[in-house]
T-cell receptor
């Protein structure tokens, strides 16, 4: 299984600012995913981050609001731009397993926007 | 698209058996997955079903009926540590095993 770390683990940010979340994996993976989990809710996929190409965003999420970088096969960043209180959520990155039907999640970044 | 439904909350007693249902509606399907998520932690993989039938893994079993768009997760010999949210997720055909659509989750409380 993959070991995934995220930074920061939590942050409190002011409205209108931006936060970049880092995701580091201990092995090379082709695809990395970014999810959002709002309080008391399930996970919603934001985008798929592929190394060497543009991220693929799900309906309701746009690159200007959630720019993603994927500079190599072990690292990705998600930026939450021009934040509002509605962006308060847990943001999780994940990667697929070798068997292709498992998915491993990072510990998450708990973001509070005031 | 995918539409996935689960009960919001369930309560059971330590040592008992509980069944958590999941129904889904999809134009294509490549697998159904169950995840456990303790409060404040990341989801962890429990099981998956691709074909109809029952998959058993220790105290946990998962069942799938593709014709009915139905799955359940069965937890036996419940322990206090099983108190968590249980998420079912469906993998659409174009992204087998890689891009999941998650259900709303079922919050299970195990009482002594």
């Amino acid at each position: 299984s993959a070991v995934i770390s995220q930074k920061p683990s939590r942050d409190i940010c002011q409205r209108g600012t931006s936060l970049t979340i880092q995701c580091q994996v201990d092995s090379q993976v082709t695809m990395m995913f970014w999810y959002r989990q709002q309080p008391g809710q399930s996970l919603t996929l934001i985008a798929t981050a592929n190394q060497g190409s543009e991220a693929t965003y799900e309906s309701g999420f746009v690159i200007d609001k959630f720019p993603i970088s994927r500079p190599n096969l072990t690292f990705s960043t998600l930026t939450v731009s021009n934040m509002s209180p509605e962006d308060s959520s847990i943001y999780l990155c994940s990667v697929g397993g070798e068997s292709s039907y498992e998915q491993y999640f990072g510990p998450g970044t708990r973001l509070t926007v005031t | 698209g995918q539409n996935i439904d689960q009960p919001t909350e369930m309560t059971a007693t330590e040592g008992a058996i509980v069944q958590i249902n999941c129904t889904y509606q999809t134009s294509g399907f490549n697998g159904l997955f169950w995840y456990q998520q303790h409060a404040g932690e990341a989801p962890t993989f429990l099981s998956y079903n691709v074909l109809d039938g029952l998959e058993e893994k220790g105290r946990f079993s998962s069942f799938l009926s593709r014709s009915k768009g139905y799955s359940y997760l069965l937890l036996k010999e419940l322990q206090m540590k099983d108190s968590a949210s249980y998420l079912c997720a469906v993998s659409p055909p174009e992204d087998y095993g890689q891009n999941f659509v998650f259900g709303p989750g079922t919050r299970l409380s195990v009482l002594p």
